[in-house]
């Protein structure tokens, strides 16, 4: 077994699927769920970097919501308020990964300390991780709150190991999000990627120690 | 006419057009160049928000080339070494807006102080701006190198203003990208926002002064 004090995951795209809120974008557009959960992922990603460059946090809440505004004008799709809260609501119910459940478990087995650091408001991740059930597999629930910017900010990466008591060459950091793995890297953790998509990893001067498909092949990594 | 000490322009996108590589990528790849140089410009604006974000600035041309490697691998088209120079040297060929020139003229013959702000490198901005042979426009060519972190970071909005030499509420901000005329009002310009694309404009708690469908209309603006 590695000798990892803990692991920090990230949460949205990473242990839950940002994809999961197209059916219920499906059901209020027909036939332009998958476009434009894709584009609300996108804006919502865009926005919380320039919130962060522009020095103007808002909570994820607020970004969530403002990116479904834009997605919906840039759609043609009229958006009504209560459907707005219908639809951003949905972020609060994402669906674990189907292979996250099973992972965490024997990870949560083996007695290593588990995280989950985010860009989330204390209560969008705690509202994710109670509805789908997941609340005993964490000892720590990490928001970008604390600091006042999202990631990829330093901050971020320092209140990780501010919060898991180790030094952070100890701590594993597990994404899905290319980006967010390349500065924890850079920041100085071990980092494990996870390339559900197969796809290339981003070119940002960083490359993870290990870049597994699914996080029951990081669990394996971990505990061979 | 509008009492302003001068304008300032955003390059990339606003006065020169970021598809027209796609001319010389769908050379290379036939059938891919739109989609290339979309995905290309796309991944360039996230390195450059990332990069200033992880506070690992490099300038303009190594993230064009990042951006293009990242871009050749999602798209599992092949990149050797001879081609990756061709492409990302036309990042400094671009070709000004059908409307660019014009308007450009007006205002200059109109006696205002014009400028470019840029993420571009003092090299790309010379580049771009001479070999499009519009030298004769610009009073001051002002480059993020100088505060080595990228738009929307609040030092450029700052460096513009100390460049041109008035307090910014007496310069016009000028830009096609919703983001950085976003930023651009929140720092306190008066901003003209270029929608050539009659999209809605982002989401960042701002709102332009003007919103024009060009630079022409931009131009009438200011000298009505």
């Given at each position: 077994?590695?000798?990892?004090?803990?692991?920090?995951?990230?949460?949205y795209?990473?242990l839950?699927?940002?994809?999961?809120?197209?059916?219920?974008?499906?059901?209020?557009?027909?036939?332009?769920?998958?476009?434009?959960?894709?584009?609300?992922?996108?804006?919502?990603?865009?926005?919380?970097?320039?919130?962060?460059?522009?020095?103007?946090y808002?909570?994820?809440?607020?970004?969530?919501?403002?990116?479904?505004?834009?997605?919906c004008?840039a759609?043609?799709?009229p958006?009504?308020?209560?459907?707005?809260?219908?639809?951003?609501d949905?972020?609060?119910?994402?669906?674990?990964?189907?292979?996250?459940?099973?992972?965490?478990?024997?990870?949560?087995?083996?007695?290593?300390?588990?995280?989950?650091?985010?860009?989330?408001?204390?209560?969008?991740?705690?509202?994710?991780?109670?509805?789908?059930?997941?609340?005993?597999?964490?000892?720590?629930?990490?928001?970008?709150?604390?600091?006042?910017?999202?990631?990829?900010?330093?901050?971020?990466?320092?209140?990780?190991?501010?919060?898991?008591?180790?030094?952070?060459?100890?701590?594993?950091?597990?994404?899905?999000?290319?980006?967010?793995?390349?500065?924890?890297?850079?920041?100085?953790?071990?980092?494990?990627?996870?390339?559900?998509?197969?796809?290339?990893?981003?070119?940002?001067?960083?490359?993870?120690?290990?870049?597994?498909?699914?996080l029951?092949?990081?669990?394996?990594w971990?505990?061979?």
């Amino acid at each position: 077994m590695k000798n990892f004090r803990g692991i920090v995951f990230d949460l949205y795209g990473t242990l839950y699927n940002v994809q999961s809120v197209a059916g219920i974008c499906d059901q209020a557009y027909p036939g332009k769920g998958a476009a434009m959960a894709q584009l609300w992922r996108q804006k919502q990603l865009e926005y919380t970097w320039l919130r962060s460059l522009m020095e103007r946090y808002v909570n994820f809440e607020t970004v969530t919501d403002d990116a479904l505004r834009f997605t919906c004008a840039a759609l043609e799709l009229p958006l009504e308020e209560d459907m707005a809260r219908v639809l951003a609501d949905q972020y609060l119910r994402l669906e674990p990964h189907p292979d996250t459940t099973d992972a965490l478990h024997r990870l949560k087995d083996a007695g290593i300390p588990l995280a989950i650091i985010s860009n989330g408001s204390h209560k969008s991740i705690a509202h994710v991780v109670n509805h789908s059930g997941m609340g005993w597999a964490f000892d720590e629930l990490i928001s970008a709150e604390d600091v006042q910017v999202f990631k990829p900010h330093p901050k971020m990466y320092e209140l990780a190991e501010r919060r898991m008591g180790h030094a952070r060459e100890h701590i594993l950091y597990v994404s899905a999000n290319g980006w967010d793995a390349s500065a924890a890297s850079l920041a100085g953790y071990p980092v494990c990627w996870i390339n559900r998509n197969l796809g290339p990893f981003d070119v940002l001067g960083a490359t993870p120690m290990v870049a597994t498909e699914d996080l029951g092949a990081m669990a394996d990594w971990v505990l061979e």
